[in-house]
């Protein structure tokens, strides 16, 4: 099966209904207050109305309340969830939706092949570099070679463009990559351009 592509960090719906056209699997939308990528709830519906059914629409989060969560549920109508901070499995499995957790890597990451068993409920893991004390997308990358093989699929992400991404499918083989800073002219816009040459680069790997 060749590799999926995920964008994340959309906050213009023209940018994702360009992202869908140009073939990605899954589009990310941040409800996280403090970073430059946050949507609020009223511009939602727009971004909901530009991607197609068939093309995941991901809401991500970092340590929200469950009333944010159902929120963002009713306004962005997401088809999976990304929880991106200290949240347990029992908080992410309440909303009877499909989620994807995400896990720091980097430098104080821990052993992940121990961690995954925290989230026996996730759909798959997002493997993300991390800069300490920054919420993320900060096109980190972390050491793709060495990881233990997990039991769920990956999403790989962390400092990924058109420039890395064969390199890291060739290297980690995930189940999808993950780019945010790397496909944008500046934080929350996407570049049209840097969008096409990553799904080249990506699909220029052969899988
Ligand atoms: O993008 C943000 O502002 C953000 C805020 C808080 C938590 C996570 C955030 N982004 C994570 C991601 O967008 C993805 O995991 C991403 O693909 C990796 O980002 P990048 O290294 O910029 O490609």
Known sequence: MSVRIKFCGFTRAADAA???AL????????HVPGSKRHVPLDAMPAI???VPAHIDLVALFVN????????????LQPSLLQFHGDEADAFCTQFG??????MAMGEGAGDIGLRQ????????FVLDGHVPGQLGGQGERFAWAGLPILDKP????????????????RTVTPFAVDASSGIESAPGVKDADKMRDFIRAARADGR
């Open 154 to 169: 990956i999403y790989l992400a962390g400092g990924l463009h058109a420039g890395n991404v064969a390199e890291a499918i």
């Open 23 to 30: 073939g990605v699997h899954a589009i990310g939308v941040v």
């Open 48 to 50: 909901r109305a530009a």
């Open 117 to 124: 068993k925290d989230y026996p409920s996730a759909q798959a």
């Open 64 to 75: 929200p309340d469950a009333d944010t969560v159902r929120a963002v549920m009713a306004a």
């Open 97 to 102: 939706m499909p989620f994807i957790k995400a």
């Open 18 to 20: 360009l992202a869908a």
